[in-house]
Antibody, heavy 119, light 107 residues
Framework: VPLQQWGAGVLKASETLSLTCAVYGGSFSGYYWTWIRQPPGKGLEWIGEVDHSGTTNYSPSLRSRLTISVDTSKNQFFLKLTSVTAADTADYYC??????????????WGQGTTVTVSS | EIVLTQSPGTLSLSPGERATLSCRPSQGIGNTYLAWYRQKPGQAPRLLIYGTSYRATGIPDRVSGSGSGTDFTLTISRLEPEDFAVYYCQQFASSPLTFGPGTRLEI
C-alpha cells in the first residue's frame, strides 16, 4: 500500500502550505491517515491525523493554522497549513497509522516532500 | 503532553555488537502505546516495533522491544551495517502523539 505525496516545495512567508497524499491499493477505512514533519537536522514532529470519516486529531501547537481532510472517493488525504513562516520549513511525510489490539504504529510512509519557506 | 526522553543521544558501537536504546515517557503508558522507528539519511522512517514488543513486517528477530510504564527498551543484537541510523520512539497513549528526540547509532 504505497503512499505517494506531492505539493509545492517553495513558499513565501504568510502563504498556505498544501500537500496531498494518495493511497494506492488496500483499504482506506480502518486507519488513521497522518502527517508528520521533520525540520532540517532535527527530529520528528507529529502534525495530526484524519480517519476515513473525516474525524481529525491535531497537534495543539499547529491547530489554529491546520486543516487535515480526506477524499475517500479518490483515496487521498490533504494537509493545509496557513500563514507559514520559516519555522515551518521541514520535510513533510504522510503515513498510515493503525490502532490494533496488540499495538499502535505507523507502518506505511510516503516518500516525503521538502518544503522551504522563504521570508 | 507526554514527553519522551531517549538515551543515549548517540551510541557508538561496532558491527556484531549489541545495542540497547532507552525510551522513557514522562508518565506511565500501556504497552499497546509504544512504537519504535529507524530512519536512515534521506529516507522516511520505518516502523520496527509496535505495541512495545511486536516486530513489524520484515523486521528480523535480532531486533526486539521490551518494557512497561515509564521504561522501554529497544535491543538490536549482532549489529549489521544497515542498523546504523537514528532511532525514534513514539507514544500513542494520548494526543498529541509525540516522538522522542532520537538516538543516533553510529559505527
Amino acid at each position: 500500500v504505497p503512499l505517494q505525496q506531492w505539493g509545492a516545495g517553495v513558499l513565501k512567508a504568510s502563504e498556505t502550505l498544501s500537500l496531498t497524499c494518495a493511497v494506492y491499493g488496500g483499504s482506506f477505512s480502518g486507519y488513521y491517515w497522518t502527517w508528520i514533519r521533520q525540520p532540517p537536522g532535527k527530529g520528528l514532529e507529529w502534525i495530526g491525523e484524519v480517519d476515513h470519516s473525516g474525524t481529525t486529531n491535531y497537534s495543539p501547537s499547529l491547530r489554529s493554522r491546520l486543516t487535515i481532510s480526506v477524499d475517500t472517493s479518490k483515496n487521498q488525504f490533504f494537509l493545509k497549513l496557513t500563514s507559514v513562516t520559516a519555522a515551518d520549513t521541514a520535510d513533510y511525510y504522510c503515513a498510515r497509522g493503525f490502532r490494533w489490539a496488540e499495538g499502535n504504529g505507523m507502518d506505511v510512509w510516503g516518500q516525503g516532500t521538502t518544503v522551504t519557506v522563504s521570508s | 503532553e507526554i514527553v519522551l526522553t531517549q538515551s543515549p543521544g548517540t551510541l557508538s558501537l561496532s558491527p556484531g555488537e549489541r545495542a540497547t536504546l532507552s525510551c522513557r515517557p514522562s508518565q506511565g503508558i500501556g504497552n499497546t502505546y509504544l512504537a519504535w522507528y529507524r530512519q536512515k539519511p534521506g529516507q522516511a522512517p520505518r516502523l520496527l516495533i509496535y505495541g512495545t514488543s511486536y516486530r513489524a513486517t520484515g523486521i528480523p528477530d535480532r531486533v526486539s522491544g521490551s518494557g512497561s510504564g515509564t521504561d522501554f527498551t529497544l535491543t538490536i543484537s549482532r549489529l549489521e551495517p544497515e542498523d546504523f541510523a537514528v532511532y525514534y520512539c513514539q507514544q500513542f497513549a494520548s494526543s498529541p502523539l509525540t516522538f522522542g528526540p532520537g538516538t543516533r547509532l553510529e559505527i
